[in-house]
């Protein structure tokens, strides 16, 4: 199967992250069409990536082959209606979006069925995100071989169960949000004390790096690798910061878990 054009229901966020991925690694889709209503949107994805087609409409994206579904659930229960009309059988519907199922993404498009599911990750944007993926059972081996290539760019895209993506959401989507801004501040903290831009960063990054990976590759239990290091200086503040964990982000899931 040749991917010969694909198109983006939104242009928000996650839309500029995957074109820059592709662009990033020279595999940029020759025909790419996007639809959003907002015309600051529209002027920006042209001025940042000349050769896509930005449209108001939806109903040209809809037409494509491949059809990412890039709007937040409200915004999507109201949209998919008015392009069904315009999916092609060959089609390949996308969704971006949690908490809405396969199920009922196909009831809003009277029962289309040919629909995949992921859960981005901002990290895609230089090609090392984590983006599971489930497949509905009418998207045959050569057409996953086709959609894994284009995924490819992006990073890392696992098949895992529809009824994870809502976990996955939680944990990779959002995920670099929870450290982003600790990060920061560390970097921020080492130029205090005395170190260059460049020096407190890379000392950041790779000690975070180190750190992910120990807790991946150490073979150890979280007990073993919290002793690894003997002076904790935010220990008296670690309970609050689990608690902050536990109750915002379990709440999130099951406001985001799909019902039933």
Known sequence: MKINSIGFLGGGRIVRIMLAAWQRGGRLPEKVIISDNDPAVRERLKKEFPSIEVVSENSAPAGCQIIFMALH?????AVLPEIKSALTKEAVLISLAPVLTA???SGLLD????????????????????????????????????????????GQTPEVAEESLEAYAILSAMGPTYFWFQMFQLMELGQSFGLS??????????????AAATVAEGNLSPDQIMDLIPVKPLAEDEPAIRKIYQERLAALYQKIKPAG
């Open 103 to 105: 199920s009922r993404l």
């Open 197 to 210: 831009k460049e020096a407190a960063a890379e000392a950041v990054c790779r000690m975070l790096g180190g």
């Open 111 to 154: 029962g289309f069925g040919r629909i995949v599911r992921m859960i981005p990750n901002a990290s895609s944007l230089i090609g090392q995100g984590y983006n599971p993926v489930w497949y509905g059972p009418s998207i045959g081996d050569e057409e996953r071989a086709a959609l894994e290539k284009l995924f490819a760019p992006l």
């Open 73 to 77: 659930p409200p915004a999507a229960k």
